[in-house]
C-alpha cells in the first residue's frame, strides 16, 4: 500500500523530532523573552552576554560555533548589543577579524536581569518537570 500525504503527514506531525524540538524551543524561548522584556533584552542576547562574559573575548564566528546560532542571527544581535553599549569590539593589531567582549554595562545587565532570569527558569522547569531539565541538559552536553 502507497502512503497517502495524508498518512504521511499524520505521522510526521506526530513523530517528526525536528518538529517537536523547534516547537518546544519556540516556547521556552517565549517564557525567558516576556521575562527579560523589561530590560530590553531576549534570551538569544542574553546567551551571547552570559558566553563573553565566561570567555573574556570571542570572535562572532566563536558564538556562532559554541551557541550554535545562525551567522545572520549573530550579526544582527550583535550590532543591537553594541549600539546598546552591552559589548565591545576589541582592536587586535594586524589581521583576524573582530574580537567582542562585554562591556560593564552588559554585565550590569545580567546582574540586573538575573531576578527574572531566574523566574523564567523555574517557569521552565516547572514546564519540562525535573525529569525532563535533566534530559534537557545531559541532550545538551552531548551536542557541545
Known amino acids: 500500500m502507497d502512503p497517502t500525504a495524508e498518512n504521511l503527514a499524520v505521522t510526521i506531525a506526530n513523530e517528526c ?3 517537536k524540538a523547534r516547537r518546544l524551543s519556540r516556547v521556552i524561548t517565549g517564557i525567558y523573552d516576556r521575562a527579560l522584556m523589561p530590560f530590553g533584552i531576549k534570551i538569544n542576547q542574553a546567551s551571547i552576554l552570559v558566553f563573553l562574559s565566561r570567555t573574556g573575548e570571542a570572535s562572532p564566528g566563536d558564538i556562532v560555533n559554541r551557541l550554535q546560532m545562525e551567522k545572520s542571527t549573530v550579526s544582527r544581535n550583535v550590532d543591537r548589543m553594541r549600539k546598546s553599549g552591552w559589548i565591545e569590539v576589541v582592536e587586535r593589531g594586524g589581521r583576524g577579524g573582530q574580537l567582542l567582549r562585554i562591556t560593564p554595562a552588559g554585565q550590569k545587565l545580567l546582574v540586573d536581569s538575573h531576578p527574572h532570569w531566574q523566574q523564567a527558569q523555574e517557569k521552565a522547569q516547572a514546564l ?11 541532550l545538551a552536553e552531548r551536542i557541545r
Open 17 to 19: 523530532l525536528a518538529g
Open 128 to 138: 519540562l518537570g525535573a525529569e525532563g531539565s535533566d534530559s534537557l541538559r545531559l
